[in-house]
């Protein structure tokens, strides 16, 4: 298992969630959504989706991919250890 691979997989999947919520919001799609996952868990969302903003799309983009990336380099070094 390449640890560098793993955490590209993993934190491209973490970016990429992450920038379709981005576009969501850039649409204005994101409060309904997000409204409707609170009425399908019972619950009433005190959440209000701020206005899109590039550089804050941005940077969640990257810190989401840098976060994932990371744990899947952790991921990779444990399963290599415990099946070694």
């Known amino acids: 298992m390449n ?9 491209s999947f973490a970016g990429f969630m992450h ?7 850039a649409f204005g799609l994101a409060q309904g959504l997000l409204d409707f996952i609170y ?4 619950l009433a969302n005190p959440f209000t ?3 899109f903003d590039l550089g804050r799309s941005v940077a969640l983009v990257a810190v989401t991919f840098i976060v ?16 070694n």
């Open 3 to 11: 640890s560098h691979k793993i955490g590209l997989v993993v934190g």
């Open 19 to 25: 920038l379709v919520w981005s576009l969501l919001v």
């Open 39 to 42: 009425r399908l868990h019972s």
């Open 49 to 51: 989706v701020m206005p």
């Open 68 to 83: 994932g990336y990371i744990v899947g380099n952790i991921f990779a070094f444990f399963w290599k250890k415990l099946h």
